[in-house]
């Protein structure tokens, strides 16, 4: 299985993201520079977390302008899977490859703390090593991971099976919404579910040295369902 990680200026989970890929594909993995105009084969494309370009003028807008993005979007409306993860799912929104806005956290502040999510369906090759319905326990850490969509859109949203996780109520201290997200929502996927950004971070939970690993089975489940 042949992976490809785009690395920004501001990028800060690029290697964790590295990690957790190739503990899972036993491969290793190709990390594609912003600048680059050209990507290597790959069966999935990750767009990391961090801070790309700083943060300015609005998360992951001058990212989605990079080069290399317009391989990632040719790809991925070619059908080749790809995972935006925080910043990522920023400018998955940001390049309209997954529906939706991400404002600034409710409370104006930045969070950082594990989440509990359920998983609203396992039918994709992002969930397929989950159950339905099952409760993960994920970090989070952003600032501006407000998910929001208006009422028709949330309406395609559920009826076409494209909400992939929800915030839920868990034994972390703090509220279960860690951000105000629209409908509790952490992750969305495209209308092929062949695209999935998601806020919270399972690199960071792909090691029990972790403090749990909740993250592991989602990239265990893109190796079953891609290889």
């Not at 989605?64 to 920023?90: K, T, Y």
Request: glycine letters at 12%; one cysteine or more; proline letters at 7%.
């Amino acid at each position: 299985m042949k992976t490809s990680v785009i690395v920004f200026p501001g990028s800060n989970c690029d290697r964790d993201v590295k990690v957790a890929l190739e503990q899972s594909t036993g491969g290793p993995v190709d990390m594609v520079w912003h600048g680059d105009s050209e990507l290597p084969a790959a069966d999935l494309i990750v767009l990391p977390g961090g801070f790309s370009y700083g943060d300015y003028l609005r998360c992951g807008a001058m990212a989605a302008h990079s080069p290399v993005m317009r391989e990632v979007v040719a790809r991925a409306e070619d059908g080749v899977p790809v995972l935006g993860i925080c910043n990522g799912f920023q400018m998955l929104v940001e390049t309209g490859l997954v529906p939706g806005a991400l404002l600034p956290n409710a409370g104006l502040k930045f969070v950082c703390r594990d989440v509990h999510l359920r998983v609203e369906t396992s039918q994709s090759l992002f969930t397929n090593g989950y159950e339905s319905g099952q409760v993960l326990r994920i970090p989070v850490a952003h600032h501006d991971g407000q998910y929001f969509a208006d009422g028709d859109t949330l309406e395609r949203l559920q009826d076409g099976g494209q909400i992939a996780f929800r915030y839920t109520a868990g034994e972390t201290p703090g509220p279960a919404n860690p951000n105000g997200s629209t409908d509790d929502i952490a992750g969305v996927y495209n209308d092929r579910k062949t695209v999935l950004g998601l806020m919270p971070h399972p690199e960071r939970a792909a090691d029990p040295q972790h403090g749990g690993n909740d993250g592991r089975a989602l990239f265990d489940g893109l190796v079953t369902a891609l290889s």
